[in-house]
């Protein structure tokens, strides 16, 4: 992995306003190197550019979220996913962290906070 502030994100959601909200959290922590996406297949073609973690919104076109860690663990199993979603439904957290999500936070619950503390664990 890279040296902590040089850590490589992706963040996908279809929501341009969750996009630029969570790229921002990431500027004020200190880490710039972002890529966005709107949907699951632009970022799984873009996957080979190893990013540490993935912060994914679960209900998106193309694809859901957990299509989308299915896709990404076959890739490359060591990157990091977190579903980072509007839908509270446990089992659908429950299917997210069985195919490799890492955690499940659900948007404005403390989500800022939330990523922070997964970034914090990713780095220990």
């Known amino acids: ?12 959601d279809d929501d341009p306003f969750s996009r630029m909200l969570y790229r921002q959290h990431l ?4 880490y710039k190197n972002s890529s966005l996406f709107d949907n699951g297949s ?3 073609d873009k996957i080979g550019l190893e990013p540490d ?7 998106m076109p193309v694809c859901n979220g957990v299509e989308v860690i299915k896709r990404i663990k076959r890739i490359n199993p060591h990157i990091h996913l977190v579903i980072v979603s509007g839908v509270n439904d446990v089992e659908v957290a429950l299917e997210a962290k069985k195919h490799g999500a890492i955690d499940y936070i659900i948007k404005g619950e403390s989500d ?4 922070s503390n997964v970034i914090s664990i ?3």
């Open 122 to 124: 990713i780095n220990n």
């Open 1 to 12: 992995m890279r040296t902590t502030k040089n850590m490589k994100f992706f963040i996908v």
């Open 53 to 59: 973690l993935v912060l994914l919104d679960y209900d």
């Open 27 to 30: 500027i004020n922590l200190g």
């Open 112 to 115: 800022l906070e939330m990523i």
């Open 42 to 44: 632009d970022c799984i």
